[in-house]
């Protein structure tokens, strides 16, 4: 039978595992971000520097006037895709984070479920009520848990669906 402290051990090196998958989830969506971002500042750059050329050499005022008005329009176009793509990587991280962190309150929660029956099939009495108690309110944590996230990448998506019309 493993002693008490085996059983930290274990719990100790459970919650570590995910806490460097977690670590790990967010350095790589991190990068995917900046990733973005520095692709779209390039693009962006490039894409400004010619609109300089274009409206440098035009002669004509309503010339101008739509060159400004396309850059405007293709910037912000950029723009809001950029913001998708961050924000579809970050449903995808949320839901991932969602995911871990709901195992670990699910195993947690069993492990420490279990650690009380023992705690408590070592005392005298052996209150059936408190451990009842105990398994409901880590349970209506998991269910709240797992209800916030739902709802959190229900939100992101919304706002990653593009308006009609749009590609």
């Not at 950029?82 to 929660?109: D, H, M, N, P, W």
């Not at 070592?122 to 009842?132: E, F, H, K, R, T």
Request: hydrophobic share 40%.
């Amino acid at each position: 039978m493993a002693t008490k402290q085996d059983q930290f051990n274990e719990l100790q090196k459970k919650n570590l595992e995910a806490a460097m998958r977690l670590a790990q989830l967010s350095i790589e969506n991190s990068q995917r971000i900046m990733e973005i971002q520095v692709s779209t500042a390039k693009t962006l750059f490039e894409e400004g520097v010619e609109n300089a050329k274009a409206q440098s050499s035009a002669k004509d005022p309503k010339d101008l006037m739509d060159l400004r008005t396309q850059y405007a329009q293709t910037t912000t176009e950029r723009m809001l895709a950029c913001a998708r793509e961050i924000a579809e990587i970050t449903t995808t991280t949320q839901a991932a984070f969602g995911k871990l962190v709901g195992e670990q309150l699910t195993s947690g929660s069993q492990d420490m479920f279990e650690a009380m029956q023992k705690m408590f099939k070592g005392m005298p009495i052996a209150d059936q009520n408190a451990l009842g108690a105990m398994q409901t309110a880590m349970d209506t944590t998991r269910a709240a848990f797992e209800q916030m996230t739902r709802a959190s990448t229900q939100a992101f998506q919304a706002f990653t669906q593009q308006p009609k019309g749009r590609k």
